[in-house]
Structure formats: C-alpha cells, structure tokens
C-alpha cells in the first residue's frame, strides 16, 4: 500500500463543513500515472476499514485503509485499475458492514450495488459559446421556459421479454441511452421551442419506481443510461442547440438501502440520531443531520459538482417545506417536535440552506436554483443577507393547485369561482416564481393535464389550449411535464414511455401544433418574460368578468405591449367590448381556437380601431370576437389619427 497524506487544509474544512470540494479528495482516486487509486472514506464510528474487491471475496483483506485523523477520515492507495468494483468493508460495533462509496462517481446498474473506480474523465466539452452566452444573461429577464423530463420513459425501444430475463434486466434492453437521448431528444426539444429541459433526479438510485428521488449514490449519474461522460455528452449537446439543463437534487432525505448511507458505519452518520428526527415515515427514508459539518460539505461540494464537472445550468432542490419545518410529517400532539424556541422552524435546515445558495452563487453566478416548496415561508426566493433562504426561484405551487381547480370545473359553475384565476396575482411578486405543471400532477389518479378538462372530447382539448395559453402569458418562467404538450388521455406511465402514437390523430397532432406554436410565440415577445418579476410587467384590464367568465390582461416590456383575453367558456362572444390602452388599430396575432391547432377557427384577420365610448368613462375599446375557451392576444398596430393631424 502507498499512502498520500490528506492536507491539514482539506481535512480543516471538510470537518468544519466549509469544503466545497470535498470530492477533490474523498472517494476513489486513479492516478493513471501510477497506475494506483486512492480510497478515501469518512467513517468516525469504524474500528477499522477496509475496500472490498472481487479480488479478496470482498473481505478487505490486504487492502485496509489507514486512520489518517481522530475525526474519521480513512485512505489507502493500492494498485486498482479503473473499472474495478468495490465497496467500503467496515468493522463496527453491530458487526461488519459493506457499503457504497458516498463519493462514488459511478456505480453498478440496480440490482447491483458496487461502486465502480472511474478513471479521470477526459471529455472535451463543446459548449464554450453557450456558457459565455449564459453567464452574460440576466435569466430574470430572458425566456424560461422547461420541459421536465423523465429520462426512463420519454422513449423506450421495443424489445421482446426473454424468458431467462429478469424485469430489470427487461427494463434495461428498453432504455434508450444517454448519447441516443442525445440524438432524439435534443431536436425534438429544440424543435417544440423549449428553452430549457428538467431531468427528474439523474443521481444513482436502488429503485426505479422511486423516479431517481430516493438516492444512494449521489456523486454517480445513473448507470442505468451509461457513463458519466455519456452524460456529459448529452448536456453538452443541449448546449450546442441553446438549450439549457437543469436537474432536479435531493438534499432533503435519502433512502434506507443496506448498501447506501443509513447507519454508514454501524451509527447515524448522515442521518439525525434521534429517530423522531430522522425518520421521514410517509416516505420511508432518513434526513440528512443538517447541523453536521461534514454533511454540509458532503452536500455543498455535490451541489458544486454536478454544476462544475457536468455543466449543469441549475438545480430544483426537492422537498424544501420538508426541510424548512421539523413537522412536516407530524400531524398529532404525540409526534410533533420543536426547536429550543418551541417552533416548528427545522433552524439547522434552514442554515444550511442559506449557506448551500451563498456557495452555489460564489462559485456559479449566473446558475439557476429553484425550491420546489410548498410552504407559505416567506422570502424563499430573498436574498440571505436580508432574511431570505438564498434561492434566485420558487415553484409556485399554489398557482398551479388554484388554476388546475379551475380548469376542471364545468363552465356553467366556473364563475362562482373566478377567485382561482385572479388570487395567484394578489402574491405574485412576493417571490420570483415557477408556474408548474409538472410530473406530480399527473400520476396516481390525478388524471392527465387533458383529462382533468371538463367536457367533451373537443372541449377537453378547447380548454388545455387555453390553460397553456394563460400559463405561458402570466408573470413567471413556465414548466411543463413532458407528454402533456400531446394531449395524453392516459397518467404518465412510469413504467412505459409517452404514448406517441397519438400523434396519428388530429386532436393530439394539433394540441402537440400549437404547443409548438405557443412556445415560439413566448420566444419571440419579450413582453411575456422581460419584466417578470417586476409589477411593470403586468397590468389587468377586467381581472373581475365572472359573469361571462373572461380575463383580460397586458403583458409589457420596455419594447412592446401584449393585450390578452382568454374565454373560459364554450360561447362564443361576439362584439365582445375590450378596453384598450389607447385609441389605436390593434391586431390578433395569435388565437388558440385557429383551425390548425384543432379549434373551431372563431379568429379575427382584419384590424380592429379602437374607439371611445363615454358610458365607459370614455375608455379605448375595440369590439372583437373571442373565441370558445379560447385566448386571443393582441398586439397595437398604430395611433388612429386625428382629424387634421399630418401624417
């Protein structure tokens, strides 16, 4: 065995839980010079450690690693090529223990648990101009708009079930890979006008039911689509095509797998001690001893890693509420917690939350972090300085629960409730929000995004074009799960992929049309995106028409003004009086109800001129047609011009 020390610094920071990269030296190491790895492992409680391999039965013997500080941190170097598999052999107080390493970056593909030694990566990026590009824009101001993607089931090739098959072993012949992701998706992406993707977790995962949100390896990109330099190549062509990757991270909890992070060296380790902490039961997983300082750098440097060696544009952090509040699953007197000030405050998770954002934007600027929370905790999205947890976005998740009840309402009781429409904006700019309909809503019997429409099979598709419509032109990036740009019948089906095939029949070809449509138009008007986040951006022109079930709104930016109308009910109204900002011709210049996109065509071609009429105080209006469960936008062509006046 040869051993290289660990510095005073690195070991300084790591238990002090100021590294943030940490993964610079713990985990396997290859050093190809050499020809020799480097094992580094932090386990405190151990008597002794160990690396398993094939070649020693995975007993450790011959390969025990040295104790190289009081705090817990073991290393050994050997003669271990890259490819090799291995574990961590601890001897503990409950017995002997094998497990994963927590820094591994590769890891065998379920059932299989082993960490695999990677050699250093040698990819060569092609994303220069991108990231030059990225780093120069002020995201606030510029277009967001994501599909969020399961990379198990956008697509699955067609293979036949072999008997001596195992279902995972079926499961794996189905997946497409990341470098055919790479071929198929990114175009298509491009192609439907997104501007970003959103990756369910990529981190390795024991099950795949789990989606990617129950981890074990956070270090490793899931084996199950190839290696880490294959994902690479698939982010790196987003990139080529200007289009952005995030992934969605999960510091809130990991999952209680032998082989993973519980009880790492025979006692709570990455986890709380006190089981009432611990112990997220709805969930069946552990929480993170956010106090711990080598847990804060064990997180932090994760966070820095996938945005430094993968080039990722941001993180959704998952589950923050269950960070944030010590009872979130404690819903009687026996099982609620307090802090020392006798709150439900998670003080520690909060901290480090704040710390965790501070770094991220010390090390990556212009990145994207986003709380997918669901708490009223203010200031998610404020600065830490001032009281705030740091994040730069928040999912708005009670616009999405407010508008999908609407949406699902019959027309004819949908103006008993036009509160649902309306409210989301009384909060808007309290945070920099997400508008999301993500893959959440969508499964277990929540019904598809076309399902939940009321009516016939028409109405059903009438009203999803105009739920896209209202989201893509309210204050606020977009999100949307892939398949619902289709007009899916059927949940998403976890274990299947999209149901393309749809596509063969007009109603899906024109939902997936005008999708498309939509998200060119957002492209393309700076005033559904510029002034997002400032109250300057966005005016009501009738927030209160319950009667008829009508909004109207302007969009703005410091170059245009967009005038919005959406009918939420299955009439038609003609000569619909909408005021307008000026005495001015105006043009519709998108309708959702155009006969492409399956609708009923009730569109408007010729100019409309605005005129005054004094029994509305003398207000600019133009009389038009709206379209049924339609949205028509608006856009001024000129001043109309006084008799007189010279051209």
């Known amino acids: 065995m040869m051993l290289h020390s660990i510095s005073e610094l690195d070991q300084y920071l790591f238990h002090q839980g100021t590294h943030y990269e940490s993964y610079q030296f713990l985990g396997a190491h290859y050093d190809k010079n050499k020809e020799q790895t480097t094992f580094t492992v932090w386990a405190p409680h151990a008597h002794q450690v160990a690396v398993g391999l094939d070649v020693n039965n995975w007993t450790g013997e011959g390969y025990s690693l040295k104790r190289v500080t009081d705090a817990g941190l073991w290393r050994g170097t050997f003669k271990v090529a890259p490819g090799t598999t291995y574990k961590y052999v601890l001897d503990t107080d409950g017995g002997r223990l094998l497990k994963a390493d927590p820094y591994a970056r590769y890891a065998q593909k379920r059932p299989r648990t082993a960490s695999i030694v990677e050699a250093p990566s040698d990819y060569e990026w092609q994303d220069e101009d991108w990231l030059k590009k990225r780093d120069k824009t002020n995201h606030f101001k510029a277009p967001i708009n994501i599909y969020e993607v399961h990379l198990g089931t956008w697509r699955k090739r067609e293979v036949e079930k072999q008997a001596e098959w195992s279902v995972d072993e079926y499961t794996d012949h189905t997946y497409y890979t990341y470098r055919e992701m790479a071929e198929e998706m990114v175009p298509y992406v491009k192609e439907m006008g997104y501007s970003h993707v959103e990756f369910l977790p990529v981190t390795e995962h024991p099950f795949d039911l789990s989606w990617g949100y129950q981890v074990t390896g956070y270090y490793a990109p899931t084996s199950r689509f190839g290696s880490p330099d294959d994902f690479k190549y698939l982010i790196d062509c987003f990139h080529q095509a200007g289009i952005g990757v995030i992934m969605d991270w999960v510091p809130a909890h990991f999952c209680k797998d032998a082989h993973g992070l519980r009880l790492f060296d025979g006692k709570p380790l990455y986890e709380y001690a006190d089981p009432q902490r611990a112990d997220k039961r709805g969930w069946g997983t552990l929480t993170f001893d956010f106090g711990r300082p080598e847990i804060q750098s064990f997180l932090i440097s994760n966070a820095n890693y996938w945005l430094s060696e993968f080039h990722l544009d941001g993180l959704r952090v998952d589950a923050v509420h269950s960070m944030t509040d010590l009872n979130f699953e404690n819903y009687t007197p026996e099982t609620k917690i307090y802090n020392n000030e006798g709150t439900s405050e998670h003080k520690e998770a909060i901290a480090f939350l704040k710390k965790l954002n501070t770094v991220i934007f010390d090390y990556h600027p212009h990145v994207l972090m986003m709380a997918e929370d669901s708490s009223d905790m203010p200031m998610i999205t404020g600065p830490v300085d001032k009281g705030g947890l740091g994040f730069n976005y928040k999912w708005d998740l009670g616009f999405m629960h407010d508008t999908l009840d609407y949406f699902e309402l019959p027309q004819e009781v949908r103006r008993h409730h036009h509160q649902h ?227």
Request: aromatic share 16%.
């Open 421 to 647: 429409l309306t409210f989301p904006m009384m909060y808007r700019y309290n945070e920099n929000y997400i508008l999301p309909f993500s893959h959440d809503e969508v499964v277990h019997g929540k019904l598809s995004m076309l399902d939940k429409m009321p009516g016939d099979q028409w109405q059903k598709f009438a009203n999803l074009r105009a739920l896209y419509g209202y989201q893509l032109t309210q204050p606020g990036k977009s999100l949307l799960f892939m398949g619902s740009e289709l007009g899916l019948y059927s949940e998403w089906k976890d274990k299947e992929e999209i149901d393309w095939f749809i596509l063969k029949y007009p109603y899906h070809h024109g939902m997936q049309k005008y999708v498309k449509a939509l998200n060119e138009f957002y492209l393309k008007h700076s005033a559904l995106f510029a002034l997002d986040y400032e109250p300057e951006g966005f005016e009501w022109i009738d927030a209160d028409n319950n009667e008829q079930s009508v909004i109207s709104y302007i969009r703005r930016s410091e170059d245009e003004e967009l005038i919005i109308v959406i009918n939420m009910t299955g009439q038609v109204y003609y000569d619909f009086e909408l005021k307008v900002p000026e005495l001015a011709g105006y043009q519709e210049i998108f309708n959702s109800d155009a006969a492409e996109y399956g609708g009923s065509n009730q569109i408007i071609t010729a100019e409309l001129f605005a005129f005054k009429d004094k029994n509305q105080g003398y207000k600019s209006i133009i009389k038009t047609k709206l379209p049924p469960f339609g949205m028509s936008i608006y856009q001024q062509t000129g001043k109309i011009k006084k008799v007189g006046e010279s051209k």
